[in-house]
């Protein structure tokens, strides 16, 4: 089911090619997709049934929790699809829209429904399902929760006619925000482990201090059946600076990358200064979205370059080193820029 050579730190190895940073989660999400499968294959020799070990992922917006979670589906040879609690939510037909869930993950097995009952299921925006205190507790998170419970316990789901899905060996894996958790943390957390010794290893404690406890998602608004069914909790950090940079230059399809090949068809070399980044990065940690806004304001500075770069055959490289100064021109054959940074 999953071939031998996929190990966690195989899968971890192949997340940092994507992923930047996030050593732990990864590490976390590798353990918990790795033993997955090695219990499922015990299932046959003797074990009946499997604790299984579905995952949340916490993290602030844009920091690697979904792209980490597609780039580990591109890895392993299993069926795995991806859903939206938000639209979960947003339906009066929960259990229709589950249902269609699953049906994707058969469709992804190739109408193999016993293969798709090994697969993956990732719920993105868990933390859209909080128990709200309000009045309309029929299209309530809390009630999407419950829907969720149901085939994250393992009941037969009906497909269409006659068919039926086994949820039972169905990993699933859960991401959220959890804006306002660290709040209720530092609250909860006030009597934490602390160093009592200085043989006590400092980064154990922290890592204790840091865990997050099932009543913390419980005073979130995640009920307690329901967190009861994620044992495993990885944790993304917020994105420094220097992770900011490197995901725009380092990570195999980094939008640097990108854009040197699409001026290198154009035979034109393109050379951002590493200020750059660090400009762009700057800006991204006050726009607080992580690595998701890095995208865009690297494009809007690519735009009018090119713009220009096609319609001028002479261009062969164009140098950018600040964000705030005009791109430079370099023409064929010669070796000044071109008048004023400008092609013509
Ligand atoms: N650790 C990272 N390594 C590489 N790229 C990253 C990382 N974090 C974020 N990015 C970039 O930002 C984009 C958004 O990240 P992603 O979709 O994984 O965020 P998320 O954690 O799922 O956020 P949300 O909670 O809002 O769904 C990615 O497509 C990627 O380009
Ligand atoms: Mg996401």
New binding site residues.
Partial sequence: MLPKEITPRAIVDYLDQ?????DEAKRTLAVAVYAHYRKLSALGRGVETIAKSNVLLI??????????CETLSRLLSVPFVTADATSLAQTRYVNEEIEAMLQRLVDKAGGDVGQAGRGIVFI??IDKLRASTGESRATSGESVQHALLKIMEGAPVKLGADRYIDTTNILFIC???FVGLEKIMSRTHGFGFVATSEADNQSILDRLNNRVKPTDLFEFGLIPEFTGRLPVIAR?AD?TRD?LVR?MSV?KNAIYHQFREIFRAEGVELVVAPRVFEQIAEIAIEYRT???S??GIFEELMTPVLYVVPDHPQICRVEIDSLFEAPRYFKRGAGEPAAAGRAE
């Fill in positions: 994507y992923v930047i940073g996030q993290g602030s917006s844009g920091t690697g929790k979904t792209l980490a993105d925006e991401g959220g925000a993304f994105l992770m995901i990570p992580g690595g998701r890095l995208r």
